[in-house]
């Protein structure tokens, strides 16, 4: 036993507590100090149930003190990447020194019932004009939830599924780390392209993926995102430099860019060094840029990824297209060896698929509707609000005595000034219309084309469009002229496109061999468009399976339009086929024009 000596103080009243004066060979250890939580790390098991991950969150150790026990800290909210580990094993996730603090996993967002496309910021959950507040439940979730598959939500409350070609595609996608999916335009290819994205995140093989498109196509991708990706955090790099640079920077597990903005962003370096880096990137139409790049060598080749995808509605057809474009797809492979068309495909078609509509006519939709949203470019923006301005103010000194062919002659010039720009045949719509055309004069289908404007927009759409095969048809010509265009498109190979107005009226046009309609610019009646429609393509005589698709322009009297139409249940797709265009020419009223639509001043209230 150690010898030791206690010197005790004067005992003094009240007495006080003895203190060690002197010790010999007691060793004393330093007060214990714990820092809470005990832990600057939270470890997550990830373990492999059912072919995704599923994470589990472990509290911090709490140590027993002898008083009351202090409670395990929950961990609710922080923003922090998860790190996606090379196998299934514990991953910890850093808190950097920040302070949790409360919140649920919300339900998914839905997607808008009318109006143009809003920004994926805006559909992940961010506020206006802002990125999404981005947390690590909202980047665990599509670890948590199983993805879709053919059979996923087909219960009683009529889920989303993928047909079985569909199911093919996202098969080859997630097994090819290059691959270009050329299925025919209508398809849904980019529906698989996000189901097959949204299996790669939920199995930690992607993290961050990156998507490029052309400009029109973004509201597209957005909506598809949303219904067949749910969950994935995703945002659109858009807007003034600043934005830009904030949204390349942004954690999400999707971002999405137009080509011309990548391109920029590459060029002044906005994008550069480790943001050139992710695991997957995927190139929408990608033929189509192509084909109109200014640029020999693309910004996007810059990108690197292990993955790489490319979307394109018709096949390579010239051997510098196939180079092109699996240069970028599998760039180890497509260097050297023979470079003539044959060896080509040869070459890459293990890494291709092609269906046409055709072979899938069976399991496609007998009809989809799509909207394509454009915005008007500075060319034609300051035009259209001198129209605006001007009918407004002689709509509203025209007062009570406003009728609707007023009206009509209001709507039809702003009509006409977002078809194209000034003195031109450019214009914020022509670029998507020429990508369609492409495509489908590429692939040899057929497309009919409407506009409301006979003498001033069926003209500059001929001279658009004849370059790809396209013939005119107007209302005003005699029936043996009419007979005549519609045999010469329907039995011609060489003619792919039909231009035609809404007054056409042809005996005998049945065109069932057409895959595709579009409004160019269409009347707001919606019965008008679809009566339009099954004149040249009624129902049960068609070949194929039907796309429409219509463009509506933002920012303008369009927008408004599809709003109020919507709140009375009027959109092309909610009507019966029975309905016929003067049962709903009375349901927009005047006042509506007036006060909702064109926002006359004295009529701003709905008066």
């Known amino acids: 036993m150690a010898r030791f000596r206690l010197v005790a103080g004067r005992a003094t009243a009240p007495l006080g507590r003895p203190q060690v004066a002197t010790a010999r060979d007691i060793q004393i250890s330093r007060p214990l100090y714990l820092p809470y939580p005990t832990l600057i790390h939270i470890?997550?098991?990830?373990?492999e149930p059912g072919g995704f991950a599923r994470p589990r969150i472990f509290p911090p150790p709490i140590p027993f003190l002898g008083f009351v026990p202090l409670a395990a800290p929950q961990l609710l909210r922080t923003r922090t990447m998860l790190a996606a580990p090379a196998?299934?094993?514990?991953?910890?996730?850093?808190?950097?020194?920040?302070?949790?603090?409360?919140?649920?996993?919300?339900?998914?967002?839905?997607?808008?019932?009318?109006?143009?496309?809003p920004a994926l910021s805006k559909i992940t959950g961010g506020g206006e004009g802002s990125l999404p507040s981005v947390d690590?439940?909202?980047?665990?979730?599509?670890?948590?939830?199983?993805?879709?598959?053919?059979?996923?939500?087909?219960?009683?409350?009529?889920?989303?599924l993928l047909r079985a070609y569909q199911e093919e595609a996202v098969r080859l996608l997630m097994a090819n780390e290059g691959f270009l999916l050329a299925d025919d335009l209508g398809t849904g290819k980019t529906v698989g392209a996000c189901s097959a994205l949204h299996r790669l995140v939920s199995l930690g093989q992607v993290r961050r993926a990156?998507?490029?498109?052309?400009?029109?196509?973004k509201g597209h991708w957005a909506r598809c995102l949303?219904?067949?990706?749910?969950?994935?955090?995703?945002?659109?790099?858009?807007?003034?430099?600043?934005?830009?640079?904030?949204?390349?920077?942004?954690?999400?597990?999707?971002?999405?860019?137009?080509?011309?903005?990548?391109?920029?962003?590459?060029?002044?370096?906005?994008?550069?060094?480790?943001?050139?880096e992710w695991d997957l990137v995927v190139l929408d139409d990608a033929l189509a840029y192509r084909r109109r790049a200014i640029q020999p060598i693309p910004e996007y080749e810059r990108l690197r990824a292990p993955r790489r995808w490319a979307l394109s509605s018709v096949m390579p057809q010239r051997a510098e297209e196939w180079l092109s474009i699996f240069l970028f797809i599998t760039p180890g492979s497509a260097r050297g060896g023979a470079?003539?068309?044959?060896?080509?495909?040869?070459?890459?078609?293990?890494?291709?698929?092609?269906?046409?509509?055709?072979?899938?006519?069976?399991?496609?939709?007998?009809?989809?509707?799509?909207r394509i949203w454009v915005t008007l470019d500075r060319r034609q923006r300051v035009p259209y609000w001198e129209i605006l301005e001007e009918e407004r103010r002689r709509l509203g000194e025209l007062g009570q005595a406003v009728t609707r062919a007023h009206i009509e002659k209001a709507v039809a010039r702003l009509k006409q000034a977002c078809n194209f720009a000034p003195a031109s045949l450019d214009g914020t719509k022509v670029g998507p219309l020429v990508d369609l055309?492409?495509?489908?004069?590429?692939?040899?289908?057929?497309?009919?084309?409407?506009?409301?404007?006979?003498?001033?927009?069926?003209?500059?759409l001929h001279r658009v469009l004849e370059a790809f095969g396209a013939l005119r048809l107007d209302s005003v010509s005699s029936p043996a002229e009419q007979s005549q265009t519609v045999r010469r498109f329907q039995d011609d190979g060489r003619w792919h496109i039909l231009l035609a107005d809404y007054d056409l009226r042809p005996e005998g046009g049945s065109l069932?061999?057409?895959?595709?309609?579009?409004?160019?610019?269409?009347?707001?009646?919606?019965?008008?468009?679809?009566?339009?429609?099954?004149?040249?393509?009624?129902?049960?005589?068609?070949?194929?399976?039907?796309?429409?698709?219509?463009?509506?322009?933002?920012?303008?009297?369009?927008?408004?339009?599809?709003?109020?139409?919507?709140?009375?249940?009027?959109?092309?797709?909610?009507?019966?086929?029975?309905?016929r265009p003067a049962e709903i020419e009375d349901r927009m009223t005047i006042a509506d024009w007036l006060g909702r639509i064109l926002e006359v001043p004295r009529h701003g209230s709905g008066e």
């Open 226 to 276: 949303t219904d067949w990706a749910p969950g994935l955090v995703a945002v659109q790099v858009d807007g003034d430099a600043s934005s830009r640079s904030h949204a390349w920077n942004a954690t999400a597990h999707v971002t999405l860019v137009d080509y011309a903005t990548l391109s920029d962003d590459i060029r002044t370096r906005r994008l550069a060094g480790p943001g050139l």
């Open 512 to 579: 069932p061999g057409v895959g595709t309609i579009l409004h160019y610019d269409h009347r707001w009646n919606p019965a008008e468009r679809r009566r339009a429609e099954q004149r040249l393509h009624p129902e049960g005589a068609a070949s194929l399976p039907l796309n429409v698709y219509e463009f509506w322009v933002a920012g303008t009297i369009d927008e408004r339009i599809d709003a109020v139409l919507a709140a009375q249940g009027l959109s092309p797709e909610d009507l019966p086929p029975q309905v």
């Open 87 to 117: 196998r299934p094993g514990p991953v910890a996730l850093g808190l950097g020194g920040e302070q949790p603090w409360g919140g649920r996993l919300g339900p998914l967002p839905t997607w808008p019932r009318s109006g143009p496309p």
């Open 136 to 160: 690590i439940l909202a980047l665990l979730r599509p670890r948590l939830e199983a993805p879709r598959t053919l059979e996923a939500d087909a219960g009683e409350e009529g889920g989303l």
């Open 210 to 217: 990156l998507i490029v498109c052309l400009d029109a196509a």
């Open 437 to 460: 055309a492409e495509d489908v004069a590429a692939a040899g289908s057929k497309m009919v084309v409407f506009t409301q404007f006979r003498q001033d927009s069926l003209d500059r």
């Open 339 to 370: 470079a003539t068309l044959p060896d080509l495909e040869r070459r890459f078609r293990p890494y291709t698929l092609h269906r046409s509509k055709a072979n899938l006519a069976r399991e496609l939709p007998p009809l989809t509707r799509d």
């Open 43 to 47: 470890p997550i098991q990830l373990e």
